[in-house]
C-alpha cells in the first residue's frame, strides 16, 4: 500500500468511527505502528485537514473544504447514486429536491471518469404504488425532531378514533409503503408509532425534550429489533 491510498484510508476510518479514534485502533485496522500514524495524521493536518486531539487522547476528523474530494470505489458509488435516486424518489418534494441538489453538488466535486460513472449508473429506484397522502408538513415535522421539540398532533387511530396527543418526535421511517413517525407519547408514557398520513395537525409547543431524542429513538430501535426478531 502506498503512502498516499494510506492517507486516504486513514480518512475514510476517522469518518465512518466514533470518535474520538485512538491511534492505536487505527494502526491495529491499518497493520502499521503507532508512530506510523501519528505521522499521517501530522501529514494531513499540513495538507488541510482540521483533526483535533492528540496522542492519548484520540483523534476527530472535522470536515473541512481543504480537505480533497473522497474518491469512490465502483459499487460505492453505486450505492451513493442509488440511494439519493431513491429519496428523490419516495421523499416528499422538499427532501426530493434536497437529495437532487446533493447528487448534484456530489457530481460537481468528482473527477471526470468518477462523475461519468455516477451519471450513467446502473442501478435506478423506480416506485410505481404512491403512498397514502400526507397532509402535514412533513418539513416542519423534521425541524421539530431536529430541535428536540414536542408537538401536538390530531391522530386517527386505525380504529378511526381521533384523537389528540402529545409526542416527543424520535425519528421517521420509510417503509414499503407508508410513511411512519417514531416517537413517545406523553399520553401513553411510552413508544409508539404513528402513520403519518393519519396525522391530521400538528402544532409546535413550548415543551423540549433536549438532549434525549438520540438515547430514546436508540432505545426505541433496539425495542423494535426484538420484536422483529421475536415474530
Not at 447514486?81 to 431513491?86: A, H, I, N, Q, T
Not at 411510552?190 to 434525549?212: G, K, L, M, Q, Y
Request: hydrophobic share 40%.
Amino acid at each position: 500500500m502506498s503512502r498516499s491510498e494510506r492517507l486516504i484510508q486513514v480518512v475514510q476510518y476517522l469518518r465512518t468511527h466514533t470518535p474520538p479514534v485512538r491511534a492505536e485502533d487505527l494502526a491495529e485496522e491499518l497493520d502499521i505502528s503507532v508512530r506510523s500514524v501519528y505521522r499521517d495524521i501530522d501529514s494531513l493536518r499540513k495538507s488541510g485537514a482540521i483533526i483535533d486531539g492528540e496522542a492519548g487522547f484520540g483523534y476527530t476528523l472535522e470536515e473541512d473544504p481543504a480537505l480533497p474530494p473522497m474518491l469512490f470505489s465502483g459499487e460505492e458509488m453505486e450505492a451513493l447514486v442509488l440511494g439519493l435516486r431513491e429519496v428523490m424518489e419516495v421523499g416528499d418534494p422538499v427532501l426530493a429536491k434536497a437529495a437532487k441538489n446533493a447528487l448534484g453538488k456530489v457530481k460537481a466535486c468528482l473527477p471526470q471518469r468518477m462523475r461519468q460513472q455516477s451519471e450513467h449508473a446502473i442501478l435506478h429506484a423506480k416506485r410505481y404504488r404512491s403512498r397514502p397522502d400526507v397532509s402535514i408538513d412533513i418539513s416542519a415535522l423534521r425541524q421539530f425532531t431536529r430541535d428536540e421539540q414536542a408537538v401536538d398532533m390530531n391522530y386517527v387511530d386505525v380504529k378511526g378514533q381521533a384523537t389528540t396527543r402529545r409526542i416527543f418526535p424520535l425519528g421517521l421511517v420509510f417503509m414499503d409503503s407508508t410513511l411512519m413517525l417514531l416517537g413517545w407519547c406523553t399520553l401513553r408514557k411510552d413508544f409508539r408509532s404513528f402513520r403519518v398520513d393519519r396525522i391530521n395537525t400538528i402544532a409546535e409547543t413550548d415543551e423540549s425534550f433536549r438532549p434525549r431524542r438520540v438515547a430514546m429513538l436508540k432505545r426505541f430501535l433496539k425495542r423494535l429489533d426484538g420484536e422483529a426478531q421475536e415474530g
